[in-house]
């Protein structure tokens, strides 16, 4: 099972974009073929924001990209708004991740809006 | 509109089971997977498993085999996580989410509201 880790925390003022990483460190396997990213704030429940690596469900703002290099993907939230503070988790997807029930999410990031 | 409707809080003694549903509407319930993720309180999502409306099929992350339980009743479109000798680190909110599969891969799209499990003596 792959471990993601994310930077603990990342900050930035309203209006500046900021990135979160989420880097595969098993063995150093780097086969996760994609990821999606959700978003949650205090005592909700996750939302999908990007899924694919780089797709954005319907609904969701063209503030959130997502693209993916290696064994390290990264979460880009352009133009901060203070709605954005909240904990971002990346999950990898391997194609058999369901199937041997490998799949996993990072570590998490809480973002803060300054 | 999809929804995951949850069972609410419980609070249980350690060694006594308990049993979390998610109910689903908006959706025919047997052509999406249900995926259940954990919470502890203050810590990040883990990801248990997943079932397989279709076949009734359970598959469990390391860590979660044994006391965890994934289940179903397709009649009233219900999904169940069962956990059984319950101890103090079982504490936690506990999601379901739908199981959504795209031409490349498989996430959780839609959840639940979460239902926190409380292990207190």
């Known amino acids: 099972q792959s471990a993601l880790t994310q930077p603990a925390s990342v900050s930035g003022s309203p209006g500046q974009s900021i990135t979160i990483s989420c880097t595969e460190t098993n063995s150093g396997v780097g086969d996760y073929n994609y990821v999606s990213w959700y978003q949650q704030h205090p005592g909700k429940a996750p939302k999908l924001i990007i899924y694919d690596v780089s797709n954005r469900p319907s609904g969701v703002s063209n503030r959130f990209s997502g693209s993916k290099s290696g064994n390290t993907a990264s979460l880009t939230i352009s133009g901060l708004q203070a709605d954005d503070e909240a904990d971002y988790y990346c999950n990898s997807y391997t194609s058999n991740s369901y199937t041997r029930g490998t799949t996993s999410f990072g570590t998490g990031t809480k973002v803060t809006v300054l | 509109q999809v929804q995951l409707a949850q069972s609410g809080s419980e609070l249980k003694k350690p060694g ?101 499990v409380t292990v207190s003596s």
């Open chain 2, 16 to 116: 006594a089971s308990v049993k979390v549903s998610c109910k689903a509407s908006g959706y025919t319930f047997t052509t999406y997977g249900i995926s259940w993720v954990r919470q502890a309180p203050g810590q990040g999502l883990e990801w248990m498993g997943w079932i397989n409306t279709n076949t009734g099929n359970p598959t469990y992350a390391q860590g979660f085999t044994g006391r965890f339980v994934f289940s179903l009743d397709t009649s009233v479109s219900t999904a169940y996580l069962q956990i059984s000798s319950l101890k103090a680190e079982d504490t936690a909110v506990y999601y379901c989410a739908r199981v959504e599969c795209s031409t490349s891969s498989c996430y959780p799209h839609y959840w639940g509201q979460g239902t926190l």
